[in-house]
C-alpha cells in the first residue's frame, strides 16, 4: 500500500515523506486518508513492548515449549532476557503484593469491566493505579 | 486454572493500553532529529496500535525491513512476507538495541488521531 495523500493536516504529509514513517503506518494497516492529525510528544510517551519483559500472546509453539517446561494452560507468558530482569520482576510483585486493594472492590472493578473475577485469583493495584492480577504461583515465584 | 502453575495475567497493561489508545489509532516511536542514527549507524522506528507492533529498521545503503507483529496470532511478517522465529527474535532484538541506545530527550512520539 503506498501512501494515498496526506490528511487535512500539514504535519501528516510532512511525516509522510519519512520513508520509515509511511512504511510503520503500512505496517499497521493505517490509510494516511484517515488521519486527521498527528500529535507530538516528546521522549517516549508509551510503554513499549519490547522492552526486557516481552509479554507475548501464546500461539501453538510457545504454548509448546511451555507444556514442555511444565507449564500447561498457560495463557500469557513473560519472557525475561537474564537474572537481573527476575530479580526487578520479583522486587516488583513484592511491591504489588504489599498494595492488595479490597476484593469487595476489585470485583466491582472487574464488575464493570465486565471481566470474570476468580477467587483465586489474587488482585492488585499497583502505585500508578494499574491492575495487576497474578494468578496462583507467586508464592512460588517469591519463594524461588 | 490451576493453582501452582506460573501464570500472569497482565490486565494493567491492557487497561493503560485502553487508557492511553483512547484518542488516538497508533503510537510512533522515532528519534525527534531525523538525521540521529544509532551507534552502527541505523535506525529503527517503533510503532503500536491495538492490533499490531511494527519496528522499522534501516540500515545506510540498504533497504529497510519493516517486521509487522500481530498481536491477536503472535505471527510476523516481514517485508510483507511471512516471518520466522528467528525474525521475531531480530525484531525484539532491535527493539532492545533501540532502546539501550536512544536516550529520552532524543525521542519523540507520534500520536496518530483520526478523522472525524
Redesign the interface.
Known sequence: MRPQGP??DPSVGR?MK????S????????NPR???????????????????A??????Q??EEALKSMG??????A?VL?GSDEVDRLKKRLKEIQESMINKEDMKSIFSL?G?EF?Q??LAFQ?SEG????????LD??LED | MKRGDVKLAWAESRLWYTVIMSNSIAKIVQFSDESKTLPDGSKVIYAENEEKIVLYHKVPFEPGVNYVYDRKTGEIVVNAKPGTLADKRKMLQLGTYFLENSKEDDLVTLDVHPKG
Open positions: 490528511g487535512s511525516h519519512s520513508e520509515g514513517f512504511n510503520v503506518l503500512q505496517g499497521l494497516g493505517i484517515d488521519i486527521s492529525s498527528i500529535s507530538q510528544l516528546k521522549g517516549m510517551a508509551l510503554e513499549m513492548n519490547l522492552g526486557d516481552q509479554y507475548i500472546q501464546l500461539n509453539s510457545t507449564i500447561p494452560n498457560a495463557t500469557l513473560m532476557s469491566l471481566v476468580d483465586e485469583a499497583d494499574g491492575i495487576l492480577l497474578v494468578r496462583s504461583g512460588e515465584i
